[in-house]
């Protein structure tokens, strides 16, 4: 059975940083993502990341581009998302999520399983 556990979440000030995790059990999957979701808006796509591969390439959307990072421990089946310079429009829900799909996945119906979500607030 899949289960995704998002940790880290929380409330802090523009500027700041956080640092939010997802550990996955039951298997590995080809794509971890990261998604958003603002009250009143659709959810969006944030961050993703090969599962395997040691030239890993990242892919982002475009507003979080140079401030986030996200990143894998394939010994702990664990992704991260390191997120800097954060700014009051960051505030949102933050799922993860994982694909079977190849190919820098980044629609919400590629991704098979999804965690709870964990709220990032962000103050001005």
């Known amino acids: 059975q899949v289960q995704l556990v998002e940790s880290g979440g929380g409330l802090v000030q523009a500027g700041g940083s956080l640092r939010v995790s997802c550990a996955a059990s039951g298997r590995t999957f080809n794509t971890y993502g990261w998604f958003r979701q603002a009250p009143g808006k659709e959810r969006q796509f944030v961050a993703g990341?090969?599962?395997?591969?040691?030239?890993?390439?990242?892919y982002y959307e475009d507003s979080v581009k140079g401030r986030f990072t996200i990143s894998r421990d394939n010994a702990k089946n664990t992704v991260y998302l390191q997120m800097s310079s954060l700014k009051p429009e960051d505030t949102a829900v933050y799922y993860c999520?994982?694909?079977?799909?190849?190919?820098?996945?980044?629609?919400?119906?590629?991704?098979?399983?999804w965690g709870q979500g964990t709220q990032v607030t962000v103050s001005s």
């Open positions: 990341i090969p599962g395997t591969g040691n030239g890993v390439s990242a």
């Open positions: 999520a994982v694909s079977n799909y190849f190919g820098l996945p980044s629609k919400s119906n590629q991704f098979a399983y």
